[in-house]
């Protein structure tokens, strides 16, 4: 075998054999194929496709490039995923609220990179929090508290550590087999039998169409099946940021606000919605006993109790939150309702104000980015405060004219678009 012939084949829109996968993730994770052997493979893949065997044949061989986290002696464990976007502060907020509900969130975050925000960024702008447990550790908190959020440990599916930076950096992103695979990996990997994955969809995701989030849905729950897992994907909307709050620190006290106030929203209930599914799988209810108890212990302050509490358990200071030297309002120039709030100009604000990394390398200033003072179909006059920019240094370089003003209302805006399972 040999990965000329190989990356051949997959030009000439040929299927793979099983041990042809194999032999290219292996030989890679040896370094015996070069990276630009396997970014030319991927280009093919990018261009050709791959049918869902050979997609379920990658996410195997990923997945057997590492460890596998066994969390077979915890009932009820259920993990979330997100494919990415703008503002998505969702796990801090459905982690403790599913928790409070008596399920085991396993969950492993992972950095942010470019204009989407990680998870893991956002719980380490809070001062000690220690995002690097052991392994015993992990199963520990989740045990105890009931959720527990880390970055990977160290040896899980390295291969898709190492092709994910390549596909970052050759345009091979935006494949549905290649994004299935790669999730699907780390997700089995890290153990849980029960998943529910919010994949966003619109001008600040990854993927922009619906149709193609619908097939990328359906091929994740068919790995979930071959697999032994139960796996439930809400397709929801990401054309505007999500919630008020986009940048680490900020997105934690938006949580707060949720988790301790209840402010409504389209976040609230997209967490709602979130955890309703997860609670309903991880505890075998119906969905209407799931959400029943799930709305009971958002408004009864449970599920802030068990945030507060999870908090402390890694170690983290939530009374310390870094703040930001000065604050800039950008005020309106125009008149009429707000229709358009652009996600993907604000990410990369945020981004630019160092609330999120160019490279890999970079490092993030956690006090910094953008807080939205006004909600879709609001009416906007001259002067009014559309957004308060949150900084450590000079913005002038920065294009924050994000807003879409018009003379009439919005009336088509959905939040969550499809669910399947
Ligand atoms: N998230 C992942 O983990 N992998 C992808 O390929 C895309 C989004």
């Known amino acids: 075998m040999n990965i000329v012939d190989i990356i051949n084949k997959k030009k000439n829109r040929e299927e793979l054999t099983t041990e042809e996968i194999n032999y290219v993730i292996e030989e890679?994770?040896?370094?015996?194929?070069?990276?630009?052997?396997?970014?030319?493979?991927?280009?093919?893949?990018v261009l050709n496709g791959m049918t869902d065997r050979e997609t379920f044949d990658l996410t195997t061989s990923m997945l057997n490039s590492g460890d596998k986290l066994d969390l077979s002696d915890i009932d009820n464990v259920v993990d979330k995923h997100s494919t990415g976007g703008i503002g998505d502060k969702t796990t801090l907020i459905v982690g403790p609220l599913v928790a409070s509900c008596g399920a085991k969130v396993a969950k492993?975050?992972?950095?942010?990179?470019g204009y989407t925000g990680g998870t893991i960024d956002k719980l380490e702008s809070i001062p000690n929090f220690k995002s690097?447990?052991?392994?015993?550790?992990?199963?520990?908190?989740?045990?105890?508290?009931g959720f527990s959020d880390i970055r990977p440990t160290k040896n899980m599916v390295p291969a898709d550590k190492k092709i994910y930076a390549l596909r970052d950096v050759t345009g091979t992103v935006e494949s549905i087999p290649l994004i299935a695979s790669s999730i699907m990996s780390k997700k089995i990997a890290s153990g849980s039998k029960n998943l529910v994955i919010d994949v966003k969809v619109g001008k600040g995701a990854l993927i922009k169409k619906i149709e193609d989030a619908r097939t990328l849905a359906k091929l994740m729950i068919e790995i979930g099946k071959k697999n032994n897992m139960k796996v439930v994907c809400l397709l929801t909307n990401m054309d505007i940021p999500l919630g008020s709050n986009i940048g680490n620190s900020l997105e934690v006290e938006e949580a707060i606000d949720i988790l301790k106030d209840h402010k409504p929203g389209s976040l609230t209930d997209l967490c709602i919605e979130l955890s309703s599914h997860m609670v309903s799988l991880a505890l075998k209810l119906t969905y209407d006993d799931a959400k029943r108890k799930v709305l009971e212990n958002f408004y009864s302050g449970k599920a802030y109790k068990k945030?507060?509490?999870?908090?402390?358990?890694?170690?983290?200071?939530?009374?310390?939150?870094?703040?930001?030297?000065?604050?800039?309002?950008?005020?309106?120039?125009?008149?009429g309702y707000l229709t358009n709030i652009d996600a993907l100009k604000?990410?990369?604000?945020s981004m630019k104000l160092g609330g999120g990394r160019i490279s890999k390398d970079d490092k993030i200033d956690y006090s910094v980015g953008i807080e939205i003072n006004k909600n879709i179909n609001d009416y906007i006059k001259v002067n009014d405060i559309l957004l308060t920019v949150h900084t450590n240094k000079e913005i002038k370089d920065i294009d924050f004219d994000a807003f879409t003003i018009s003379k009439k209302t919005k009336d088509n805006y959905k939040l969550i678009y499809e669910i399947i399972n």
């Open 132 to 145: 690097a447990l052991k392994e015993e550790e992990f199963i520990k908190n989740i045990k105890e508290v």
């Open 346 to 349: 604000l990410g990369i604000a």
């Open 307 to 335: 945030f507060l509490e999870f908090v402390k358990k890694q170690g983290g200071e939530i009374d310390k939150l870094p703040e930001s030297k000065y604050l800039c309002e950008v005020k309106s120039t125009k008149e």
């Open 108 to 113: 492993m975050s992972g950095p942010g990179l």
């Open 28 to 45: 890679y994770m040896k370094d015996n194929i070069q990276d630009y052997q396997i970014s030319s493979l991927l280009m093919a893949i």
